[in-house]
Nanobody, 123 residues
């Protein structure tokens, strides 16, 4: 079965940095595009960033462009999200999500996701 386990969330001050990890298992990780999505309390699920299967192509939501960096280590079956210059509006539960294909493109066609990790940006 597909398993995606996020970690690295926590409480950070505005302007701070945090790096999230997503450990993947149950599928050939290197064959699939992946995304990070987030959900703030009482709000809908929003796409954050996407990376293709090989890691050479990435896309970002405008709200995080220039501050967040998505990456992956296919040898370790792990997806990462480096978050810098964090703002209170970044507070959300962050999920990693698997796409059914290998290329970047649609950001809503997830077929699996994890349980999420809480990121709270507050002073």
């Amino acid at each position: 079965e597909v398993q995606l386990v996020e970690s690295g969330g926590g409480l950070v001050q505005p302007g701070g940095s945090l790096k999230l990890s997503c450990a993947a298992s149950g599928f050939t990780f290197s064959n699939y595009a992946m995304s990070w999505v987030r959900q703030a309390p009482g709000k809908g699920l929003l796409w954050v960033s996407q990376i293709n299967s090989g890691g050479g192509s990435t896309t970002y939501a405008n709200a995080v462009r220039g501050r967040f960096t998505i990456s992956r280590d296919n040898a370790k079956n792990t997806l990462y999200l480096q978050m810098n210059s964090l703002k209170p509006e970044d507070t959300a539960v962050y999920y990693c999500a698997k796409h059914p294909g290998s290329d970047i493109g649609s950001v809503i066609d997830y077929d699996s996701w994890g349980q999420g990790t809480q990121v709270t940006v507050s002073s």
